[in-house]
């Protein structure tokens, strides 16, 4: 991949590269193929140490360069800090004036960083994201906390600070009654579990069971208000009206040894599910559901749902098509 590249894409000196192109080198691939101890007395060690950098064999830290946080509060130690207890009350301290400061512009933090700077000139960050604006002091500070003990005070901390690098626009709510409010459940488990393992159930624009949902990833300000789905078009309330589902949908319908088998119109007296006979005492239906025509292809079929109970009280959803008897959910 870097064999065919021109020799400044090394961010060489012009000088050096015009010296090895006078020499017929024009490519990275033609610099790499000649050994390596002719080349860095002839050319200099630069042109070996970018040739490693480039080809990985040599670590170049890189320091991004970020834009200043728009909203930014901070500490200055008189004596440096290492103990938990001091980064609590400081990192309490700092909310304080950069919560008041977001409420004045009617903004919120989505993400906030705590960064540290070391007496021995190192610095450390760690951050948080919440699902939608907070200005909330209390609740950034539980997400804060759970990354404090990935902070390495080293000989001890002389700055502390907190930007708010990431914020939208947030209007005064009424509070609630007493509560974990859900967006702070959900900021909890996401900060804690990764963003991608938190999801929400939305409804789709189907009735066929394994279509009518989609799993998205959880959203506090669409569950809280009832909006629509950001970046998307799946509404997050007023789910359709359908007849009762199942809490638990099997990950694929199975079959089921049904008697009597033939009664096309009437649920089944008993059957077989892995290997246990269920005598049925109660069923309600039928519900017909019917292959979206954009979706039809050789396996769909018209299927007549029953929800049917046992001798147990164990509660199943079954369906029939023409290929026979399959249990697709079970009821709580």
Not at 21 to 41: D, I, K, M, Q, Y
Not at 278 to 284: D, G, I, L, T, W
């Amino acid at each position: 991949a870097l064999a065919s590249l021109p020799l400044g894409a090394l961010r060489l000196p012009p000088e050096t590269v015009q010296a090895l192109s006078r020499v017929g080198l024009r490519a990275v691939g033609e610099l790499a193929a000649l050994p390596r101890a002719p080349l860095a007395r002839r050319f200099g060690p630069d042109v070996v140490q970018r040739l490693d950098q480039a080809f990985g064999r040599v670590r170049e830290p890189i320091s991004p360069q970020q834009p200043p946080a728009q909203f930014r509060a901070r500490i200055a130690f008189a004596e440096a800090i290492g103990r938990r207890e001091d980064i609590e009350e400081a990192v309490r301290r700092l909310l304080r004036p950069l919560m008041a400061e977001l409420e004045d512009a009617g903004k919120g933090v989505r993400r906030l960083d705590l960064v540290a700077y070391r007496v021995d000139g190192g610095c450390q960050r760690v951050g948080i994201g919440t699902a939608a604006p907070s200005r909330s002091a209390p609740h950034l500070f539980r997400l804060l906390a759970e990354h404090f003990e990935h902070i390495d005070p080293g000989f001890g901390i002389e700055v502390l600070a907190l930007e708010a690098a990431a914020i939208d626009p947030l209007e005064p709510q009424q509070l609630g009654a007493g509560g974990i409010g859900l967006g702070d459940l959900i900021d909890r488990l996401q900060n804690r579990l990764g963003p991608d393992r938190v999801v929400s159930l939305l409804p789709a624009d189907s009735h066929v069971p394994e279509h009518a949902v989609v799993v998205r990833p959880a959203d506090a300000a669409v569950v809280a208000q009832g909006g629509s789905w950001r970046g998307g078009d799946w509404p997050a309330s007023n789910w359709p009206e359908r007849g009762e589902r199942p809490l638990a949908l099997l990950a694929a319908p199975e079959r089921i040894e049904a008697e009597p088998a033939e009664a096309a119109a009437e649920p089944p007296q008993r059957f077989t599910w892995r290997r246990v006979m269920r005598e049925v005492v109660r069923a309600e239906g039928p519900e017909r559901i019917a292959p979206e025509w954009w979706r039809m292809s050789g396996t769909q079929r018209t299927r007549d749902y029953w929800r049917i109970e046992d001798a147990a009280g164990r509660r199943y959803w079954v369906y029939r098509d023409v290929a026979g008897w399959y249990l697709q959910g079970l009821f709580a």
